[in-house]
């Protein structure tokens, strides 16, 4: 007996039906085009909600299209005849999940404004399926079973490649071939540009060995910087393959030119305020257009540096240097790399790799800055000396001018900020804004912001301070958000907040992942220990004023010895106020206060002088 039987010709049924219903999605499709036309694919709504259904519906019609291929091959023998009598029945559940299929995929699409070579080959290769699956049912139903083979093959095929294609929408266009055979790749990867090959000709044109030896300032902002940015956070919606909302990043040309069709310019030249691009990435992220919707979202040195390049024109042959000659925008720049290349190295050694603004001075022009600002330190009367006798770098001390001490009298410092290491603005009168002048004092290891109004805003001014090893917030306004910012500061060793909005717990988990010290106290603190909080970092002792002596006489050259053993005096741990034997009287205070003036040698002002002054001196 043969193996292979002739099957009896069944009536054909239902081809009229299929007609139709072919004629009704094409309709369907075409209305959905028209409705949908020049929308701008933001989303949102009903539709929205239906559309997305596509990742439900589509799996039904591929299952059962592999389904009646198994049924087709084993109709064909004598045991199992029988299942050619069902696979119509197979073939009518796949046409109309293809048509379920589509419908509500060119929905979403048309909806969310998918587009992009990966989305179209997608889409007509989806499209390919319903017309197979027709093909398919429309000769088993004629009783044409070579032809009705054929297409139910076609329809398998088009069913690979639909997927295949909108994988490559969903990862990267690699994603199915990472780890395939290299002789299959080309083959698997036809028609689709991927990381790599971006990766490959942005190496091939700028040179990434010859990259790491270029000064960070002759660095292109454009292809060392703002590409990596986007790659990182935006172009996985926005490339060649995958195109939302009518708009590609992947490209300078594309980025310039913007969505189509939209009257928002994704980049204006010139004007960062006004270009969507910053408009979006700092709305708020509970925001329907905030950008990215999904992900990490960019931070604050990244959305710096992408105003910093839009306001310098948004070229492609800007350098760091053209950027502006702000100091810390390098150190920015150093931060951002640090991030999207995963090298810690590199901000750990910011300091080192800034070349301070200082040491290209003149040494007439160094003088003249520290004269001005020892005159608005007699003017304000604050404090400003050196470190040290040996270390001409300088420490500055607010406390005696700490109810008059403003943004606008920091704001005076800037002339010789690269020098500055130790910065107390204890009980002072700064806001947030006035630490922006902070961040230009790139050489600050300690720094003071103790009894002051700064909120988390005004820190992530500080994120630039990679140098900063001792941070002091006690009674601020700051709350978990500086964690952010703090966890860019390799070399911050302790940090203080007391009484503040900060979450215990929420420290000691950002301690455990950092190398980081960090005294939230374990108790209310006591007006004696908010003292020993303050004077844990060594600070001048308390001038003697003397009335015979004008305010604006200059300090001498040299530092008095008590500073210099002050320098190198280890510092002391606050004491929480828990451990107080017995709460301090307002006399036993008092006399405290005076037995420590008296026991306090007075200490002469200082002045600052250059490095080159004093070692000829």
Same mark, same amino acid.
């Given at each position: 007996?043969?193996?292979?039987?002739?099957?009896?010709?069944?009536?054909?049924?239902?081809?009229?039906?299929?007609?139709?219903?072919?004629?009704?999605?094409?309709?369907?499709?075409?209305?959905?085009?028209?409705?949908?036309?020049?929308?701008?694919?933001?989303?949102?709504?009903?539709?929205?909600?239906?559309?997305?259904?596509?990742?439900?519906?589509?799996?039904?019609?591929?299952?059962?299209?592999?389904?009646?291929?198994?049924?087709?091959?084993?109709?064909?023998?004598?045991?199992?005849?029988?299942?050619?009598?069902?696979?119509?029945?197979?073939?009518?559940?796949?046409?109309?999940?293809?048509?379920?299929?589509?419908?509500?995929?060119?929905?979403?699409?048309?909806?969310?404004?998918?587009?992009?070579?990966?989305?179209?080959?997608?889409?007509?290769?989806?499209?390919?399926?319903?017309?197979?699956?027709?093909?398919?049912?429309?000769?088993?139903?004629?009783?044409?079973?070579?032809?009705?083979?054929?297409?139910?093959?076609?329809?398998?095929?088009?069913?690979?490649?639909?997927?295949?294609?909108?994988?490559?929408?969903?990862? /990267?266009?690699?994603?199915?071939?990472?780890?395939?055979?290299?002789?299959?790749?080309?083959?698997?990867?036809?028609?689709?540009?991927?990381?790599?090959?971006?990766?490959?000709?942005?190496?091939?044109?700028?040179?990434?060995?010859?990259?790491?030896?270029?000064?960070?300032?002759?660095?292109?902002?454009?292809?060392?910087?703002?590409?990596?940015?986007?790659?990182?956070?935006?172009?996985?919606?926005?490339?060649?393959?995958?195109?939302?909302?009518?708009?590609?990043?992947?490209?300078?040309?594309?980025?310039?030119?913007?969505?189509?069709?939209?009257?928002?310019?994704?980049?204006?030249?010139?004007?960062?305020?006004?270009?969507?691009?910053?408009?979006?990435?700092?709305?708020?992220d509970d925001h329907d257009e905030f950008m990215p919707p999904k992900g990490d979202p960019l931070?604050?040195?990244?959305?710096?540096?992408l105003s910093l390049w839009i306001k310098a024109g948004a070229g492609t042959d800007l350098k760091?240097?053209?950027?502006?000659?702000?100091?810390?925008?390098?150190?920015?720049?150093?931060?951002?790399?640090?991030?999207?290349?995963?090298?810690?190295?590199?901000?750990?050694?910011?300091?080192?790799?800034?070349?301070?603004?200082?040491?290209?001075?003149?040494?007439?022009?160094?003088?003249?800055?520290?004269?001005?600002?020892?005159?608005?330190?007699?003017?304000?009367?604050?404090?400003?000396?050196?470190?040290?006798?040996?270390?001409?770098?300088?420490?500055?001390?607010?406390?005696?001018?700490?109810?008059?001490?403003?943004?606008?009298?920091?704001?005076?410092? /800037?002339?010789?900020?690269?020098?500055?290491?130790?910065?107390?603005?204890?009980?002072?009168?700064?806001?947030?804004?006035?630490?922006?002048?902070?961040?230009?004092?790139?050489?600050?290891?300690?720094?003071?912001?103790?009894?002051?109004?700064?909120?988390?805003?005004?820190?992530?001014?500080?994120?630039?301070?990679?140098?900063?090893?001792?941070?002091?917030?006690?009674?601020?306004?700051?709350?978990?958000?500086?964690?952010?910012?703090?966890?860019?500061?390799?070399?911050?060793?302790?940090?203080?907040?007391?009484?503040?909005?900060?979450?215990?717990?929420?420290?000691?988990?950002?301690?455990?992942?950092?190398?980081?010290?960090?005294?939230?106290?374990?108790?209310?603190?006591?007006?004696?220990?908010? /003292?020993?909080?303050?004077?844990?970092?060594?600070?001048?002792?308390? /001038?003697?004023?003397?009335?015979?002596?004008?305010?604006?006489?200059?300090?001498?050259?040299?530092?008095?010895?008590?500073?210099?053993?002050?320098?190198?005096?280890?510092?002391?741990?606050?004491?929480?106020?828990?451990?107080?034997?017995?709460?301090?009287?307002?006399?036993?205070?008092?006399?405290?206060?005076?037995?420590?003036?008296?026991?306090?040698?007075?200490?002469?002002?200082?002045?600052?002088?250059?490095?080159?002054?004093?070692?000829?001196?």
């Open positions: 007996m043969s193996t292979f039987v002739k099957h009896q010709r069944p009536r054909p049924q239902g081809i009229r039906l299929a007609l139709a219903l072919g004629v009704i999605w094409l309709v369907l499709l075409a209305i959905m085009w028209f409705a949908y036309r020049n929308s701008e694919g933001d989303g949102g709504g009903i539709m929205n909600f239906i559309g997305r259904f596509h990742i439900l519906i589509v799996h039904l019609p591929i299952g059962v299209i592999f389904l009646a291929v198994a049924m087709d091959v084993l109709s064909k023998l004598t045991a199992f005849s029988h299942l050619a009598r069902s696979l119509p029945f197979v073939l009518w559940i796949a046409f109309l999940g293809s048509i379920g299929a589509t419908l509500v995929g060119y929905l979403l699409m048309s909806v969310e404004g998918f587009a992009g070579h990966a989305m179209d080959m997608h889409l007509y290769f989806g499209l390919g399926v319903v017309v197979a699956t027709f093909l398919a049912l429309f000769f088993s139903l004629r009783n044409q079973a070579l032809l009705s083979t054929l297409a139910i093959f076609a329809s398998v095929g088009a069913s690979m490649a639909t997927g295949h294609f909108g994988g490559a929408m969903v990862h /990267e266009g690699d994603y199915l071939v990472e780890h395939a055979p290299e002789p299959l790749k080309p083959l698997l990867l036809a028609g689709l540009k991927t990381q790599s090959d971006a990766t490959a000709s942005n190496d091939s044109g700028n040179g990434t060995e010859e990259a790491v030896e270029i000064p960070l300032s002759d660095r292109l902002v454009y292809s060392d910087f703002v590409v990596p940015i986007l790659e990182g956070k935006c172009n996985e919606c926005h490339n060649e393959n995958k195109i939302k909302g009518k708009l590609r990043m992947d490209t300078h040309e594309l980025l310039l030119a913007g969505a189509d069709g939209s009257d928002f310019p994704t980049v204006i030249p010139g004007d960062a305020d006004e270009s969507e691009l910053i408009v979006r990435v700092t709305l708020p931070t604050a040195e990244e959305i710096q540096l760091i240097a053209d950027l502006g000659d702000d100091s810390s925008i390098e150190a920015t720049a150093l931060i951002v790399e640090s991030g999207f290349e995963g090298a810690e190295e590199i901000a750990g050694t910011a300091i080192a790799t800034y070349e301070s603004v200082w040491d290209t001075l003149s040494p007439e022009e160094q003088e003249e800055r520290l004269e001005e600002v020892n005159d608005a330190a007699a003017k304000y009367h604050f404090s400003i000396m050196p470190i040290s006798a040996e270390d001409d770098r300088l420490r500055v001390n607010v406390i005696n001018a700490a109810k008059d001490f403003g943004d606008d009298q920091l704001a005076l410092l /800037e002339p010789v900020a690269d020098r500055i290491v130790w910065l107390d603005l204890a009980r002072s009168q700064i806001t947030d804004n006035g630490l922006k002048v902070v961040s230009k004092m790139n050489a600050l290891e300690r720094l003071h912001l103790e009894n002051t109004s700064v909120t988390d805003e005004g820190i992530t001014h500080l994120g630039n301070l990679t140098g900063l090893e001792y941070l002091n917030l006690y009674n601020t306004k700051v709350g978990n958000g500086i964690f952010t910012t703090l966890a860019a500061l390799p070399n911050l060793k302790k940090l203080y907040v007391w009484q503040t909005e900060v979450d215990p717990a929420e420290a000691r988990a950002f301690e455990r992942s950092v190398n980081l010290e960090i005294n939230t106290g374990v108790a209310p603190a006591s007006p004696a220990a908010v /003292e020993e909080t303050a004077a844990d970092s060594p600070k001048p002792a308390p /001038e003697k004023k003397d009335e015979s002596t004008p305010a604006a006489t200059k300090p001498t050259t040299q530092p008095a010895p008590a500073a210099k053993k002050e320098a190198k005096t280890p510092e002391k741990p606050a004491a929480p106020a828990a451990k107080k034997a017995a709460p301090t009287t307002p006399a036993k205070k008092e006399a405290t206060a005076a037995k420590k003036a008296a026991d306090t040698p007075p200490e002469p002002k200082a002045k600052a002088t250059p490095k080159a002054k004093a070692a000829k001196d």
